[in-house]
């Protein structure tokens, strides 16, 4: 691919994204909802003045790429092949517009696990990710590039990733890097709700999904940091990970909120028995151990339309 100096979409960031995984289940390759990504790609496109592409047509041509490239599947646990659809401007010009041509493209790569360690978390209180009325739904390119300081300087300071304030009062815990968070407090399960800052992951939605169908308490609510170091001190905070499709499930075994350190339980089955299960399901069901009760895989051969009308995802409802 050339590309102009002019490009529209290195200027002024009309560009979006999506990930995604596809694995091998009894030896056929599945892909994880994706008929709610090819849904969110055009609430992205939405948000960035950018067209719809089909949804039939991404996903036809998305199980036509994985079809093609199954050999490069990985077998092993925790690993899989990821797939990045994406769509940017290509019109070639100086004025700040919405462009009139895009491309949109599929590749892939195989992955291993993202996260492959429990994750330190600061808690960022001077930089923002998203505020009211901007692009924090989106997942759009820009939103990245704004963020890559701010995970510097944790990274730096000895942490992984930075937790996200709300913009406003720097108060209300948002999410992480590239994944939405769950609390376990006082046995009930809890995740940030989103807002319009919050970015509507498909893998928080389905743990919203089985948490209910496993018969937990699930709140999905504004949570303040301050009732989360409450929780702490009274030895009521269990559990904390982060969700989304690069980890699936990623421990956070230390949070730091200003000069205060809340070191989490360890990470083994027996102290985080809600990540552990959903983890454990997650996997199982790319690999064929655990039914697919939600119609949440689709394989190659599937129709798309067919994906289409199972997959009633309310994350873009
Ligand atoms: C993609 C993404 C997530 C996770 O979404 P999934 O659909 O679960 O992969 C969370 N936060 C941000 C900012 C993201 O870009």
Known sequence: MEISPANLALHYGQSIFEGLKATKRN???????????ARRLNLSAERM????????????????????????????D?????????????????????????????????????????????VEEVFTRASQGGAGEAKCAGNYGA???????????GYDQVMWMDAVEKKYVQEVGTMNLFFVIDGKVITPTTTGTILRGITRDSFLLLLKDWGYTVE??????????????RGALQECFGAGTAAVVSHVSEITWRDRKL?????????????????????GLRMGHEEDEHHWLMSCNDSGVWELVKDQSTVVA
């Open 78 to 122: 925790d690993h899989a092949l990821y797939i990045r659809p994406m769509m940017f401007a290509t019109d070639e010009l100086f004025g700040v517009q919405p462009s009139k041509t895009y491309r949109f493209l599929i590749f892939t790569g195989p992955v291993g696990p993202y996260y492959p360690k429990p994750v330190k978390l600061w």
């Open 49 to 76: 003045c950018m067209p719809n592409f089909p949804e039939d047509l991404f996903l036809t041509g998305l199980k036509m790429l994985v079809d093609l490239d199954r050999d490069w599947i990985p077998a092993e």
């Open 220 to 233: 999905d609510r504004l949570l303040s940091i301050a009732e989360i170091t409450d929780a702490y001190w």
């Open 27 to 37: 030896g056929e390759p599945v892909l994880f909802r994706a008929g709610a990504h």
């Open 263 to 283: 070191e989490l339980p360890p990470v083994d089955a027996e102290h985080r028995p809600v990540a552990t299960r959903l983890k454990t399901f997650f996997n």
């Open 147 to 157: 963020s890559l300081l701010p995970a510097l300087r944790a990274k730096q300071n």
